[in-house]
């Protein structure tokens, strides 16, 4: 019989898998991920160190989302976790699932638990298939603030008075906006961006493309919206002291007048569809990342190509580091699931999640017993089973037998799909 490509690897003696977070979330990608796990890792890998936490709606309202406080601080306590997609439930879901309240975003909760600075979605690519992008697009978006805090009412006539307490003590308070209104109706909204973490983000964000080799932006709206001047500063300043010249060497400012250039939002979106070479990375506030990411995911074909980071620091410095699809829990499939008929969900984003927490697991356990040598082979085994995971999702695409959303209706079936990579894994 022919030794398996993965010689470090074999289903008689599984490797014990470094201790990550798993947070399984519902729907379709739930279904597929317990069959990815089951399929592709469970035979080569004993998982019982993976702490699992369901955060599916059903468990957060059991619990009443203690499972939630539970994730995030195991999370904070050993720095990487893949997270399924979950279901923020509207009010319709909230009647429908029978929940006991409308339970927050679990994104939120964990974004500002673990201090994130960014989540960071880049293209996936695969030798020999051209996909919407020809190089590799990278995205910086940053984790906390904007529309996603916001506090909010309705009210009627009136004034609205958004008055700042300075916490040091002996200094006023002063008044940051006063207006009348006017309307029997309105809407009213307060956020705020915190920029403190803006400089770990600009050096995450300058750092990852000069190491690829591609041209950085920043996008912002800050010629109207004068309040997002900050964001734009902070990045040009570290810009300029820290990379300017490393990037000017590489010659990867060449196609933008030798400097960083900004870019406004609106015209950021007309960019993203002309600039289909790729070779660029674009960083942006909270909402804005968010729309524009999923418009990568479009011109790159499918949401199932785009990878989704969040980086966040620990109290003592070091980097926690949660690793998702940028996709949601794709519903229109797990109706069709549930009505039985054929499905095909595209699970890269959400296989390169895994193969990152299982990476960085290993890796952090490595650094935290630095001088045994058991983890570092732990560590050799797991990045040696991670790339041929990939080499055998990749060639499965590569054969023609991808799922649909790539190669068209004759495509694999998610179950199909996972299985041949399984069989691919096993040869
Ligand atoms: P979605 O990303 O799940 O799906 C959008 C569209 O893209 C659908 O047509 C879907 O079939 C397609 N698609 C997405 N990923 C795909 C893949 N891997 N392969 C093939 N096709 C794919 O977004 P939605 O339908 O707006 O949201 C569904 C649920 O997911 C909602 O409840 C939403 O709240 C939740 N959501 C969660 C997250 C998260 O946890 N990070 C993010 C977004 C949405």
Redesign the pocket.
């Known amino acids: 019989m022919k030794p398996p490509k993965h010689a470090m690897l074999s289903t008689d003696k599984k490797v014990k898998a470094p201790p990550m977070v798993y947070i399984a ?5 739930r279904y597929a991920c317990d069959l990815m796990v089951q399929k592709w890792f469970q035979p080569y890998f004993d998982t019982t160190s993976w702490h699992y936490f369901d955060l599916s709606c059903a468990s957060r309202d059991a619990t009443n989302d203690q499972v939630l406080k539970d994730a995030v601080q195991a999370g904070k306590d050993i720095g990487a976790i893949f ?8 009010a319709l ?1 909230v009647k429908q699932m029978g929940l006991k309240k409308a339970w927050g975003s ?2 939120g909760a964990m974004r500002r638990g673990w201090n994130g600075i960014t989540i960071s979605r880049d293209t996936i690519h695969i030798d020999g298939i051209e996909l919407g992008y020809k190089n590799p697009v990278f995205f910086e978006r940053h984790a906390v603030g904007g529309e996603y805090g916001a506090g909010w009412n309705q009210v009627g006539k009136g004034t609205l008075l958004t008055t700042y307490l300075p916490k040091e003590e002996g200094s006023p308070p002063f008044v940051v906006d006063k207006r009348d209104l006017t309307d029997d109706h309105n809407v009213v909204v307060v956020y705020h961006n915190p920029y403190d973490n803006v400089t770990s983000l600009a050096h995450l964000f300058f750092g990852r493309c000069l190491e690829a080799g591609i041209t950085p932006y920043i996008v912002t709206k800050k010629t109207v919206f004068k309040w997002q001047e900050g964001f734009w500063a902070t990045m040009k300043e570290v810009f300029d002291k820290d990379y300017k010249e490393k990037f000017l060497k590489k010659g990867l400012l060449d196609k933008c007048g030798g400097d960083l250039q900004h870019l406004i939002s609106d015209a950021a979106t007309m960019q993203l569809i002309r600039w289909t070479d790729g070779g660029f990375g674009m960083a942006a506030h909270n909402y804005d990342g968010d729309m524009l990411t999923d418009q990568i995911a479009q011109v790159h074909r ?3 190509f785009i990878t ?1 980071n969040l980086v966040g620091k620990n109290d003592d410095g070091s980097l926690i580091k949660e690793f ?10 797990w109706n069709d699931h549930l009505a039985g008929r054929d499905t ?7 296989v390169e999640a895994m193969i990152g927490a299982m990476e960085h697991a290993a890796t952090l356990d490595a650094e935290r017993h630095s001088g045994d040598e058991s983890k570092l082979q732990t560590k050799d085994q797991v990045f040696n089973f991670t790339t041929t995971l990939r080499t055998a999702l990749h060639n499965t695409f590569r054969y023609g037998q991808g ?3 790539m190669s068209g209706p004759s495509g694999f079936t998610t179950e199909d799909f996972i299985d041949k990579v399984a069989w691919r894994l096993g040869r």
């Open positions: 979330g519902e729907e379709m990608t997270k399924e997609p979950t279901i923020t439930p509207s879901q679990p994104n499918s949401p199932g989704s998702e699809a940028s996709h949601g829990t794709v519903t229109d499939l095909s969900l595209n699970p890269l984003g959400l799922t649909r959303d």
